[in-house]
T-cell receptor
């Protein structure tokens, strides 16, 4: 059974710091991996999607990498800002149905 | 376009009552799904649909029914609400099932069952 783990569960950093969020999964047979952001009381916003054949994707200050063989993905946030404070969720898609299996998230707090 | 919309935003039910959570998308997406989010449990899949007329169960389907009569709408029915169904419910959609397609989520419905 696929399990997705995100470490750390919570992270507090000063503004301007570069940081890395980690995601690991137990079954490397994935179709894609998607990173989301969730603000308190809100829905999920898609940040990046990495297909199983790709190694990384970039969007602005965000860079996500994927190493299928080791079952790991990282989300790199450059020059963090207080507006980046949110919970970041990692999810893998396995099988042709496209259903997502989520990690429990990393709650990020960026202090001014 | 509005993306994925969900109604209501909040709902309080008494045990045994039934209700329908509405989900609609205007992106002509074939794949739609329902998740519930509980503290400490993360998001778990309830039901999903790969196209109009096709639905299937996810990880936690008991107590819920779905139907997909149109591409746009995917309602979730609680047949007889129980306190264990207190949760935040999210609807999601993507262009097609599987493949390199992002999933888009609605704003959620916060349900309390007393």
């Amino acid at each position: 059974k696929q399990e997705v783990t995100q470490i750390p569960a919570a992270l507090s950093v000063p503004e301007g710091e570069n940081l890395v969020l980690n995601c690991s999964f137990t079954d490397s047979a994935i179709y894609n991996l998607q990173w989301f952001r969730q603000d308190p009381g809100k829905g999920l916003t898609s940040l990046l999607l990495i297909q199983s054949s790709q190694r990384e994707q970039t969007s602005g200050r965000l860079n996500a990498s994927l190493d299928k063989s080791s079952g790991r993905s990282t989300l790199y946030i450059a020059a963090s800002q207080p507006g980046d404070s949110a919970t970041y969720l990692c999810a893998v898609s396995r099988g042709s149905q496209g259903n997502l299996i989520f990690g429990k998230g990393t709650k990020l707090s960026v202090k001014p | 376009n509005a993306g994925v919309t969900q109604t209501p935003k909040f709902q309080v039910l008494k045990t045994g009552q039934s209700m329908t959570l509405q989900c609609a998308q205007d992106m002509n997406h074939e794949y739609m799904s329902w998740y519930r989010q509980d503290p400490g449990m993360g998001l778990r899949l309830i039901h999903y649909s790969v196209g109009a007329g096709i639905t299937d169960q996810g990880e936690v389907p008991n107590g819920y029914n779905v139907s997909r009569s149109t591409t746009e709408d995917f309602p979730l029915r609680l047949l007889s609400a129980a306190p264990s169904q207190t949760s935040v419910y999210f609807c999601a959609s993507s262009l097609l099932a599987g493949g390199p397609y992002e999933q888009y989520f609605g704003p959620g419905t916060r349900l309390t069952v007393t």
